[in-house]
């Protein structure tokens, strides 16, 4: 059964000068277990529909099911909160919250405090590969690809099977970047998230279960 579905969705941007049509008529499933790469050139559209995925805003007409409720239907600050872990390319760490407070904070803000969230966030912070020295460390004593771990460890404080990357490996090295590709390919297939990554990085889409080619607003290809 998917986790995610997306149903014949639109989505126009308006203003005052003109109205735009990003996304027409896009039907995708996502289902536990599996990364998926969304693929395609800028203004396409795939970061526009990772959006309406995460909870950011609702589709023009047609709609997107977690678990089979539309998030129409539902608190989208809640859903953000609980269900749509988010990476972005350019990490987005909290800059006055060191490693462990950065990685518990989604833990707080449902109620998760104290001692049991500080050794969760150790246990997280070691399974995305870094030692626990990084802990008491702000985000700028650390570099990139260190920073990229821990928004995965943060994503995966969270407590849901849905993680959503934009771009993740967009701002680091080769070496780097592979870590991070291991990762999510280990979190989908031995952890059983459902992975969707909106990325220009071929590595990714080689080695991703299946891949969405979008182009002007529509998926022209889907295939393994």
Known sequence: MSILEVRNVTYRYVN????????????????????????????SGKSTLLSLMAGLTLPSSGEILFEGKSTASINLNRYRREHAAVIYQSFRLLPLLNVCENVTY????????????RERAAELVSRVGLPATVLPRFPYMLSGGEQQRVAVARAMS???????????????????????????????????????????????????????????????????
Do not use: W
Request: hydrophobic share 40%; charged share 30%.
């Open 16 to 43: 005052k000068y003109q109205s735009v049509n990003a996304l027409n008529g896009v039907n995708c499933a996502f289902e536990e277990g599996r990364l998926y790469a969304l693929v395609g050139k800028s203004g």
């Open 158 to 224: 969270m407590n849901t099977k849905l993680l959503l990357a934009d771009e993740p490996t967009g701002n680091l090295d080769t070496e780097n970047s592979r870590r991070i590709i291991d990762l999510l390919l280990k979190l989908a297939h031995e952890d059983g998230y459902c992975v969707v990554v909106v990325t220009h990085d071929l590595e990714i889409a080689a080695r991703a279960d299946q891949v969405f080619r979008m182009r002007d607003g529509m998926l022209t290809e889907e295939g393994t």
């Open 106 to 117: 989604p833990m707080e803000l449902r109620g998760f405090k104290g001692k049991k969230a």
